[in-house]
T-cell receptor
Framework: QKEVEQNSGPLSVPEGAIASLNCTYS??????FFWYRQYSGKSPELIMS????GDKEDGRFTAQLNKASQYVSLLIRDSQPSDSATYLC??????????FGAGTRLTVKP | DAGITQSPRYKITETGRQVTLMCHQT?????MFWYRQDLGHGLRLIYY???????DKGEVPDGYVVSRSKTENFPLTLESATRSQTSVYFC???????????FGDGTRLSIL
């Protein structure tokens, strides 16, 4: 079992729809959780951080954390073609031990 | 705000050669990291540093050497490059161990 698992996709949604990206992790002691966006040929760019159970909203993005289920998700509302990218889930197990999922490729079709 | 810069952006070398990838950050972040990114594996940690002169191994350290004599620089050296080390290498930094990491633009390394 991988430390951090994501559906590799590709996930395809029409413009204006909600994109839902999911991530599960194996270490119950994990302390902080992040979503990064990575365009092809570019570096990962932080879009959301979440540290406690529940929802955290930032503009069109909502991160959801459920530590009991070891589950993190990212919702993108009103998806735009510019949101087309690979989304990386990152889980910090503490002591600088950050583990990344392999990423979910999202395509938003105009 | 230069942030975190990596050099070179692209490098082609041959097996057995030594190659050094540079990373420089202007934020005075204590923590710095080196990752490699390969298809199917995502980002994997090679080495990290909590401060100048303090380094530690990550998930895939074999074949790599790091040093950190100054807070702002964290070079990564492949002492004798192998084809399996062909990858995209990212340097990252953060202000605290539980905080998000911020990435440089990456170095695409090809070993022939």
């Amino acid at each position: 079992q991988k430390e951090v698992e994501q559906n590799s996709g590709p996930l395809s949604v029409p413009e204006g729809a909600i994109a839902s990206l999911n991530c599960t992790y194996s270490d119950r002691g994990s302390q902080s959780f992040f979503w990064y966006r990575q365009y092809s040929g570019k570096s990962p760019e932080l879009i959301m951080s979440i540290y406690s159970n529940g929802d955290k909203e930032d503009g069109r993005f909502t991160a959801q954390l459920n530590k009991a289920s070891q589950y993190v998700s990212l919702l993108i509302r009103d998806s735009q073609p510019s949101d087309s990218a690979t989304y990386l889930c990152a889980v910090n197990r503490g002591n600088n031990d950050m583990r990344f999922g392999a990423g979910t490729r999202l395509t938003v079709k105009p | 705000d230069a942030g975190i810069t990596q050099s070179p952006r692209y490098k082609i070398t041959e097996t057995g050669r030594q190659v050094t990838l540079m990373c420089h950050q202007t934020w005075s972040h204590s923590y710095m990291f080196w990752y490699r990114q390969d298809l199917g594996h995502g980002l994997r940690l090679i080495y990290y540093s909590a401060a100048a002169d303090i380094t530690d191994k990550g998930e895939v350290p074999d074949g790599y050497v790091v040093s950190r004599s100054k807070t702002e620089n964290f070079p990564l050296t492949l002492e004798s490059a192998t084809r399996s080390q062909t990858s995209v290498y990212f340097c990252a930094s953060t202000v605290g161990s539980n905080q998000p990491q911020h990435f440089g633009d990456g170095t695409r390394l090809s070993i022939l």
